[in-house]
């Protein structure tokens, strides 16, 4: 049975920073990309993040270049997303999603629960 749990949301204030981390079990680690995704009151879920199988391609949403970084821990089978100068936008549900392909394809097999991060201006 998959499981993906994410944890480290929380409240912040603007400017702030936190770290979220993932991590999936019961599925190989390495043979899947892991992205994150989020989703704002009243507002569509979005893409923001992505790694590649072997954690050497990242990708993300142009509002998070520069301020969010994500990695692969085989080690620790983790994934992390580092959110620095943190905004009041980015106010939303932050989402794991095990990817069914590589980042490019975009196509996500396995969702998390979900952590709230809230950034108060």
């Known amino acids: 049975q998959v499981q993906v749990v994410e944890s480290g949301g929380g409240l912040v204030q603007a400017g702030g920073s936190l770290k979220l981390s993932c991590t999936p079990s019961?599925?190989?680690?390495?043979?899947?990309?892991i992205g994150w995704f989020r989703q704002a009151p009243g507002k569509e879920r979005e893409w923001i993040s992505c790694?590649?199988?072997?954690?050497?391609?990242?990708d993300y949403e142009d509002s998070v270049k520069g301020r969010f970084t994500i990695s692969k821990d085989k080690t620790r089978k983790t994934v992390t997303l580092q959110m620095n100068s943190l905004k009041a936008e980015d106010t939303a549900m932050y989402y794991c999603?095990?990817?069914?392909?590589?980042?490019?394809?975009?196509?996500?097999?396995?969702w998390g629960q979900g952590t709230q991060v809230t950034v108060s201006s």
């Open positions: 999603a095990v990817y069914s392909g590589s980042c490019l394809v975009s196509v996500v097999a396995y």
């Open positions: 019961g599925l190989p680690f390495d043979d899947y990309a």
């Open positions: 790694v590649s199988q072997g954690g050497r391609f990242t």
